[in-house]
């Protein structure tokens, strides 16, 4: 249905696209369609009241569109057309006594002049002399020679050759004379009606000065009055000179525009059938308004679908806020009344609904450059909110969704809106601050010039690696602390080597390497460094964000700063990502995966380096019996605590003990005095002072006044040393034509070339275990093959006296040491079987786990049967699957009996075509699975 029809207002009436004052109108079309708020009214009132009286001032304000223009010519028409129109309004507003009367009073004698100062507004012309000009044109008079007739018609009163450059006092006394010569026989006074004043006075003192000058000039003889029309009010501060002489200052305001478009354009025929549309539709229109602006109520129909009614097609929020537009706006916009009445003169049809965007054209003159009709309207509704009081800060995705509305059926489309303002975002067209939208300004346009210059400053790629580390370091734990032993632990976190998060009195350190190239140079022998390999892969976007905060020092901006804030968000988690997904790498310990970084480090660094470095003792509290007990308790007992490699320091008892009380050790001075009386015990270092009764007197405060000193491995001799060569060589660890190996450290080398090429073996081993395998027990097997050899390996590396040490232990401890190569050895042959077959190897690797579990499914031995015989393994790579022998005869018999049952279960069955499809299907799967098993075995059988 067509809704113009509906409307009581004929819409092709003819609009005024700017309204001037002085335009001829239809005059009983003008008074008929005039509507008179009551704000309107008072204003009226207000204005003869003060003009009977002979005020010589009236200044009418109020925004772009309030209709301060039709005001004013409302007035100037009452003293036109030998008081026709002056009859007409008389009867609109018959009603209105107080109005009424005043108008009334109005004589035929007053000479109305209407002037556009914006017509002079690239002239230097005065006010005066424009106001003599008009003034001259409608009492007969123009030009030079009209004025000098005008001179000689006055008795030559004023002596000029021109009618230019006169003051205000002369024209006023010019008016004055005329009005009182033979010339003149209708007016007894004047109105000058000024439109536009403000923009021909602002910014120019002479003209403010001027227009004070006049309105005092024509107090003099009280026969003139002066009716200025500006946006702004007179409290404006740049009117502060003026405001007094303005006796009547009279205001349009918002509630006009919305009561004057609701009455002059908005009534409708039959009012209750739009009711029923909302009551038929009130869920969807509730779900398509404005909640900030609570217009209907859902809790009473009857009220809002009056609302409704009464502002459709409009929602009421559209109204208010294209009031709003006019009320902060400073753009050249056209007649309120023309652009309403133009947009509902379009082809609408009942259930509709006329969107904001609308009015665009009307009134912005900013072309689009869009071809995407949802976008187009997007950025519209951007560009008119923004210059509303309500959304002056941004507008949120509802609201936006909102707006766009255009049926009074509601459209669940957020999600496209979302994505439409997405690629808008990406285009640099509008920005986001949190759920906020705003379009980008001009000058945030030129900001994102002034980054894509940063890419090419010289100190880029520096503020790059400088960004990296402080991002890196955000995401960082900020409590680096924990305790052990009651004392509180730290430790110190580096980037690429630089110190980012530094705390006191600890030697510990975790190094983050960004770079994978720099995991080549770490070193492996420095029990205090952990080194962190996490892998960047945001470089775009920390270029970006470096080329940002550089722009930043230039040109502070909220865009530049949502643009940082949302690019930094992303790489935060980016960061926490790849921390979360990094390898660790400690002092031959070889590598560790970490999930997740905080939890992780805090537990590595205790458990892992402080127990290497520091404690890797004590795990039961210490009495001072305890320490008595040391020097009566068997030497071999005493090596349970693994306390006898930690270095203590030579001197006085008393002194070591409060050394390291102090952090990174915390150790209480009992405890500092039970490893003291261990390594004495274990021959490590020399008590010195009166030991005769030790073990008699041994208590804290006795041994506290001693001193210690470390007791010097003594060197390997000749025979020792030709043992350990002799051992060492049977491993292959020296080659046995090798007559050249004599020295400790000759035998070190050879040792520790070994440990490190073993150590990488065991940690490949330990990766495909951990990654397959959730059996802890097998993963702990091969970490204390890891730390067996570092621990040897890491003494091999310091001073002799350690080296020493080392090989003494291996010598005396041969056996053990064999059967770890050993284990190490077979590990490899094994390794080295599968690792050129990738598939085989980490099917050998599956089978490891399993050999290690004491049970075993029978999924997980389908799976690697199939799996081997995919792979096609041959008699050599069956060996390594011996230890599947009984497992797969068991299972065997176990489905063999499982045959059995089934099949005789089923017998007993009646022979329907179902049940015989169900038992021949089993019967396949049986038979499948039993020739697997006897397929396996045969393999097995033949070895």
């Not at 579990?853 to 060996?879: G, R, T």
């Amino acid at each position: 249905m067509e809704l113009k029809k509906e409307f009581l207002h004929d819409f092709s009436t003819h609009f005024e696209d700017v309204i001037k004052i002085q335009n001829a109108d239809d005059i009983k079309e003008l008074v008929n369609e005039y509507v008179i708020t009551d704000n309107i009214k008072k204003n009226l009132v207000k204005f003869f009241n003060n003009f009977n009286k002979r005020v010589s001032g009236t200044w009418v304000s109020g925004f772009f569109g309030s209709g301060k223009s039709n005001f004013a010519k409302i007035i100037y028409n009452i003293f036109l057309n030998n008081g026709v129109f002056k009859k007409l309004f008389l009867e609109k507003v018959k009603n209105m006594k107080d109005l009424y009367t005043l108008v009334d009073k109005i004589e035929d004698d007053v000479l109305a002049v209407a002037i556009d100062l914006s017509t002079f507004a690239g002239s230097n012309k005065k006010i005066s002399d424009i106001l003599l000009i008009e003034f001259l044109k409608n009492i007969g008079y123009g030009g030079k020679l009209e004025w000098n007739e005008f001179q000689k018609d006055l008795f030559d009163f004023i002596k000029k050759d021109s009618m230019e450059l006169i003051n205000t006092d002369e024209l006023s006394d010019i008016i004055e004379e005329y009005l009182k010569s033979s010339l003149n026989i209708k007016y007894k006074r004047v109105i000058f009606i000024l439109d536009e004043v403000e923009h021909f006075i602002t910014g120019n003192n002479e003209r403010i000065l001027e227009l004070q000058g006049l309105l005092h000039s024509f107090d003099k003889y009280k026969n003139v009055h002066l009716l200025a029309i500006s946006q702004s009010s007179l409290n404006d501060d740049k009117f502060s000179i003026i405001k007094d002489r303005f006796k009547t200052k009279l205001e349009l305001t918002a509630e006009d525009i919305e009561y004057i478009v609701l009455e002059r354009f908005l009534k409708k025929k039959d009012e209750n059938y739009f009711k029923v549309i909302y009551k038929e539709n009130s869920i969807d229109i509730l779900l398509n308004t404005l909640d900030k602006f609570e217009s209907f109520n859902e809790n009473d129909v009857e009220e809002s679908s009056k609302l409704f009614a009464k502002f459709y097609p409009f929602y009421p929020e559209t109204i208010k806020l294209i009031t709003e537009i006019y009320e902060n706006s400073d753009l050249e916009k056209r007649n309120i009344l023309y652009i309403f009445n133009s947009i509902l003169n379009k082809e609408w049809k009942v259930g509709d609904i006329i969107s904001i965007y609308e009015f665009y054209d009307f009134i912005v003159d900013f072309p689009l450059k869009e071809n995407d009709l949802m976008k187009i309207n997007l950025l519209k509704i951007l560009k008119l909110t923004e210059k509303t009081t309500t959304f002056k800060n941004g507008i949120k995705t509802i609201e936006l969704f909102k707006l766009l509305t255009n049926s009074i059926k509601y459209k669940n489309n957020k999600k496209e809106v979302e994505e439409k303002l997405n690629e808008l975002k990406d285009e640099n067209i509008v920005y986001k601050n949190g759920d906020i939208w705003k379009l980008l300004s001009k000058k945030q346009k030129e900001v994102l010039k002034i980054v894509k210059k940063m890419y090419e400053e010289k100190e880029f790629f520096r503020n790059r690696k400088k960004n990296l580390k402080k991002l890196i370091s955000k995401s960082l734990p900020n409590d680096l602390s924990f305790k052990i032993n009651e004392v509180q632990r730290t430790f110190n976190i580096l980037i690429d080597g630089e110190e980012v998060k530094k705390t006191k009195d600890t030697e510990i350190r975790i190094n983050i390497i960004t770079k994978k190239e720099d995991i080549k140079k770490i070193s492996i022998e420095d029990k205090y460094t952990a080194y962190v390999m996490i892998n960047i892969n945001f470089q775009k976007d920390l270029e970006e964000y470096t080329a940002l905060k550089m722009a930043e020092n230039f040109e502070k901006d909220e865009y530049l700063e949502i643009l940082i804030s949302d690019l930094e968000k992303r790489i935060l988690k980016k960061i926490k990502d790849a921390l979360n997904d990094s390898k660790i790498f400690y002092y031959r310990y070889g590598e560790k995966k970490i999930k997740n970084f905080n939890e992780f480090i805090k537990k590595f660094v205790k458990n892992e380096m402080f127990e290497t470095i520091y404690t890797s003792f004590i795990n039961f509290k210490i009495k001072e019996e305890d320490i008595k007990k040391v020097f009566i308790t068997d030497k071999r007992k005493l090596l349970q605590y693994n306390i006898e490699n930690i270095e203590i320091p030579e001197g006085e008892i008393k002194n070591i003990c409060e050394e390291l009380k102090k952090s990174p050790y915390g150790w209480k001075e009992i405890t500092t005095i039970f490893i003291i009386s261990v390594l004495y015990k274990l021959g490590k270092i020399e008590i010195i002072g009166d030991t005769k009764s030790i073990e008699r007197k041994a208590s804290i405060a006795y041994l506290k006044k001693m001193s210690i000193k470390k007791i010097k491995e003594k060197e390997l001799n000749i025979k020792e040393l030709s043992a350990l060569i002799y051992k060492l060589k049977s491993l292959g660890i020296i080659e046995k034509n090798n007559h050249m190996v004599e020295s400790i450290d000759e035998i070190s080398y050879y040792l520790n070339n070994f440990f490190i090429k073993e150590t990488k073996r065991i940690l490949i081993i330990k990766n495909h275990l951990m990654k397959y395998s959730s059996n802890k027990k097998i993963i702990e097997k091969t970490e204390e093959y890891i730390k067996y050899f570092s621990n040897l390996n890491s003494k091999l590396s310091e001073e002799l006296n350690m080296k020493i040490t080392a090989l003494r232990y291996i010598l005396n401890n041969f056996e053990e040491f064999k059967s770890k190569f050993l284990e190490l050895k077979k590990y490899e042959k094994k390794i080295s079987l599968f690792e050129k077959e990738k598939d085989k190897y980490n099917l050998f690797l599956e089978n490891l786990i399993y050999e290690k579990n004491s049970v075993i499914n029978d999924e997980q031995i389908i799976k690697i049967i199939k799996k081997a015989e995919a792979l096609n393994f041959h008699k050599n790579d069956i060996d390594y699957f011996g230890f599947f022998k009984n497992e797969c005869l068991v299972l065997w018999r176990e489905y063999r009996d499982i045959y059995e049952k089934k099949i005789m279960e089923l017998d007993k069955l009646n022979e329907e075509i179902f049940e015989r499809k169900r038992l021949e299907e089993l019967e396949i799967s049986i038979k499948n699975k039993t020739y697997t098993w006897l397929l396996l075995l045969e393999h097995f059988l033949k070895k």
